[in-house]
């Protein structure tokens, strides 16, 4: 049967959105009750689904989740994974995976990090993780990266099949937290020490000055695409603080 976006009440719920508030809500966790997201003010998370629980690719990603779990927290950030299993289920195979699963050469490896139980997939449905194209029964591997005021600011989704690219998802976070930081963007395949992009001038004068060379450290090829050098150390001091 086809799963409509609905709640069990029958509300629908539109796709959170890039911008939008984080959908709150309450929830049993492998650590305890939740109130998302307000137990998270002050820090970024990054809440995650996953299908299913006791499956491989799912397994290869909790092993790393929780690997680089201190990497994350060094960038002020907390992580929530979510699958539409029921808690039991969860402890089962978190304590599996720590006696018995190792996966490149990381093993023995405890989740410490809560890990939603949704049975009636009320969240899952409240933050568009059932894609029924995907599958009617089991959430997508989608990543929401939450802002410390609460504020979707990436969502990324990956289909069943594949596994996360961790690198990728401490890109976005330090991606996003220089931008914060230093009022700037970052092009494609931006990496901490590359060059940052200016924003567009707000005005003729400004945009003048910075093609005339004028404007300290930037680099203009036309009006709308100006550079600067942002060495890798700030941004790094930066992240810290
Ligand atoms: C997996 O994690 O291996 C998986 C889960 C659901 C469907 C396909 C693969």
């Not at 299908?51 to 680089?68: G, H, K, L, N």
């Not at 707000?202 to 005339?212: D, L, P, V, Y």
């Not at 404007?215 to 600067?228: L, P, R, S």
């Amino acid at each position: 049967m086809e799963q409509k976006n609905t709640s069990t009440s029958g509300e629908y719920f539109a796709m959170p959105r890039i911008g939008d508030d984080a959908p709150s809500f309450k929830a049993i966790t492998t650590q305890g009750d939740i109130n998302f997201p307000q137990d998270y003010k002050g820090k970024w998370v990054i809440l995650f689904s996953h299908p299913a629980d006791f499956t491989p690719v799912c397994t290869s990603e909790f092993i790393t989740f929780a690997s680089q779990e201190d990497e994350f927290k060094a960038l002020n950030c907390q992580l929530v994974g979510l699958s539409v299993d029921g808690l039991y289920s969860h402890i089962a195979w978190l304590r599996t995976i720590k006696e018995k699963i190792d996966y490149k050469g990381m093993k023995n490896v405890e989740v410490n990090f809560p890990l939603i139980e949704d049975i009636t997939m009320e969240v899952a449905k409240r933050y568009g993780m059932i894609q029924p194209g995907e599958s009617n029964t089991k959430a997508v591997r989608a990543v929401f990266v939450i802002d410390p005021k609460g504020k979707i600011r990436t969502i990324i989704y990956y289909p069943l099949s594949m596994g996360r690219n961790f690198d990728e998802l401490k890109r976005v976070l330090i991606a996003l937290q220089t931008a914060d930081n230093f009022s700037i963007a970052t092009p494609a395949d931006w990496r901490p020490g590359d060059d940052v992009i200016v924003p567009t001038a707000g005005s003729c004068g400004t945009a003048k000055n910075r093609m005339e060379g004028k404007e300290a450290g930037v680099t203009c090829k036309d009006w709308f695409f100006c550079t600067k050098k942002l060495p890798k150390e700030k941004v790094m001091e930066a992240l810290k603080k």
